[in-house]
Nanobody
Framework: QVQLVESGGGLVQPGGSLRLSCVAS????????MRWYRQAPGKERESVAT???????NYADSVKGRFTISRDNAKNTVFLQMSSLKPEDTAVYYC?????????WGQGTQVTVSS
């Protein structure tokens, strides 16, 4: 069992930056693929960024070049550095831990990009 707690969301102006954190507890963090998702009002949840256990990353086209996912296995934490934020980035952001058939979700953190 893995418990995930996200933090770092908030209100930011267009063009600004935020860093989201997701702390995991309860299992061996380093083996998990970690993924950030987001869900805007009235829209489906979408994958934003992924980091594999070995450190490989990939991104949705909509955030490529603006968002960076990273992990600190010593601290059981995955980060999402978000820059050049746009109003369309407004959503609840969730982290997910995946290992084989197991999958765990955090409770989400709200990011609002508005002037």
């Amino acid at each position: 069992q893995v418990q995930l707690v996200e933090s770092g969301g908030g209100l930011v102006q267009p063009g600004g930056s935020l860093r989201l954190s997701c702390v995991a507890s309860g299992s061996i963090f380093s083996v998990y693929t970690m993924r950030w998702y987001r869900q805007a009002p009235g829209k489906e949840r979408e994958s934003v960024a992924t980091i594999m256990s070995g450190g490989d990353t990939n991104y949705a086209d909509s955030v490529k070049g603006r968002f960076t996912i990273s992990r600190d296995n010593a601290k059981n934490t995955v980060f999402l550095q978000m820059s050049s934020l746009k109003p369309e980035d407004t959503a609840v952001y969730y982290c997910r831990a995946i290992f084989m058939a197991r999958s765990y979700w955090g409770q989400g953190t709200q990011v609002t990009v508005s002037s």
